[in-house]
């Protein structure tokens, strides 16, 4: 400012000199001595008032630079909390795996506490009692395939036991809304699963097909001139892809005019491929296809009816009844929910190495952040052995209760599985109910596609199928889905049934005890956000 007013002020004062109408003499001659005088004082002023601008500035961004790190420091004690800093983390109640340490407290209790038994006889005000007839239709019900059908209906049904359950149910009520010839779904076979076995292993064909006759009509394979047209091979069928949860409007609108067209079409994967919300008499159809149509094989009936009794035998000393726990403790159960329990390190090398195992790279996307506390404190965590039986025990089922685990391979089965044993002495899973012999029968079957060269190796060169390097290829990796259906018999029939993880299995359980005996069927269903919360308590009391 003070170099601009300067300037204008020399630009002033020479025009009124040139302007001035007077005559003037004639100037004197200027001294050598002054003229640099002035220019150093005129240079003198502009220089120190550069220097005051440079200075303000210099000072202003010191300050920039002092403040920013000040309020970036500020900003992460806020957000990290000043124990972050100092490498002492503090976590929310509850997001830690503490168990374990609450166990050791409480079980010298436990051990002196029976007094507060339930009686399972009186779990349930009403009496359970059998329904003699179950009908999932009626007279009124609109006949179903009463025109001439649409086309062949193909679909491939993936995952385990009750969710290939859920596709076959809506494969019959597509069927049904389309007026389409079903054809018995097939089974994909999954790198978690990992069992070959196709419909006619796990459930009975023949009555399958029987009890759907009126209402939709079932073939075990196309006719020759469709498998002609397609190479014989159902692959070879263009495939519809469906989006999830897809109305029956639009199997209606989309589906149905291809189905007219081509004579067959093929759905895959038809895992929840309908909405929950269809016409009432394809919602009968659904019923139909689950608690009358699905049956058992007879090797599997067999043996879960023997199963269930010897149960019932053990369960002598609380009236013949028994609690059964559907347990999701399996190791890629674990990996998959992305928890953290008591195993440390190397449970964290063991749950990464499975999920690659499992899942090839979907867990380490860089858009993928895993948080096992915020799983936990969110209710996603599979509940322990552990906690299960801490649970029961609170609840009040002392130590006599006769308890049914089902699950697979539990991950570390023999240290996660002893505390539950200390609580709960009387506990029978289908290993130990079974003999040897009996789950031979379901472990060691050939598979179909490789009995006669699994046999010929046998013969021709002497070979021990039961040989590690055989098993792979002459027997199948897993038999997850007729184990799960002895599970699937023995929780049905038990007094209390315990889920603990949600999923297809106690879905499909729950809905079939209610119908199997008029809605009078216990069910425990822990509210897991509120366990973490209670479990995190090292101090909790154990009282009668």
Known sequence: MKTKTYQNHLTNGSSSESSSPSPSPPSSPHRPSRAPQCRRRHRSKAHATLDILVGFLFRRRIRVFVLLPLFYISGILMCAGTFSIIGRPQYLPGSLYRSGKVFQELWPKMQLDNASAIQLSTVWKHGRRLKEQIRCTNSTDKPVGSQAPSGYLVVEANGGLNQQRSS??????????????????????????????????????????????????????????????????????????????????????????????????????????????????????????????????????????????????????????????????????????????????????????????????????????????????????????????????????????????????????????????????????????????????????????WTGLCSQWSTTYGLDLSHTRYTSICFPHGYSSRLAALDYTVCLFSEVFVTTQGGNFPHFLMGHRRHLYDGHAKTIKPDKRKMVLLLHNTSLSFQA
């Not at 519809?240 to 081509?262: D, K, M, T």
């Not at 309908?274 to 094989?297: D, E, G, H, T, W």
């Open 168 to 449: 076959i149910c809506n494969a019959v009520a597509v069927a049904g809304l389309l007026n389409a010839i079903l054809v018995i779904p097939q089974f994909n076979f999954h790198s978690i699963w990992k069992d070959p076995r196709q419909f006619e292993d796990i459930y009975d064909e023949d009555h399958f097909i029987k009890t759907l006759q009126g209402h939709v009509r079932v073939v075990r394979e196309l006719p020759e001139i469709l498998m002609e047209r397609y190479g014989y091979n159902i692959s070879n069928i263009p495939n519809f892809r469906v989006n999830a949860w897809a109305s029956a409007g639009y199997y209606l609108g989309s589906i149905y005019p291809v189905l007219r067209a081509q004579g067959v079409i093929r759905i895959s994967p038809f895992a929840n491929r309908l909405a929950m919300k269809v016409p009432s008499n394809i919602q009968c159809l659904r019923c139909l296809a689950n608690y009358q149509a699905l049956r058992f094989s007879t090797l599997i009936t067999t043996l879960a009816k023997e199963l269930v009794s010897r149960m019932i035998k053990k369960s002598s000393g609380t009236g013949g009844k028994y609690v059964s726990v559907h347990l999701r403790f399996e190791e890629d159960m674990v990996a998959f929910s992305c928890c953290e329990y008591d195993g440390g390190e190397t449970e964290k090398k063991e749950m990464k190495s499975a999920r690659e195992r499992g899942w090839k790279g979907k867990f380490n996307r860089q858009d993928r952040i895993i948080r096992p506390g915020l799983n936990r404190l969110n209710g996603r965590c599979p509940l322990s052995p552990l906690e299960v039986g801490m649970m029961l025990r609170g609840m009040g089922f002392d130590n006599n209760t006769s308890i049914y685990l089902a699950s697979g391979k539990i991950y570390h089965a023999e240290r996660n599985l002893a505390p539950l044993l200390q609580m709960f002495p009387h506990l029978q899973t289908k290993e130990s109910l079974a003999t040897a012999e009996e789950l031979s029968s379901f472990k060691g079957i050939l598979v179909k596609n």
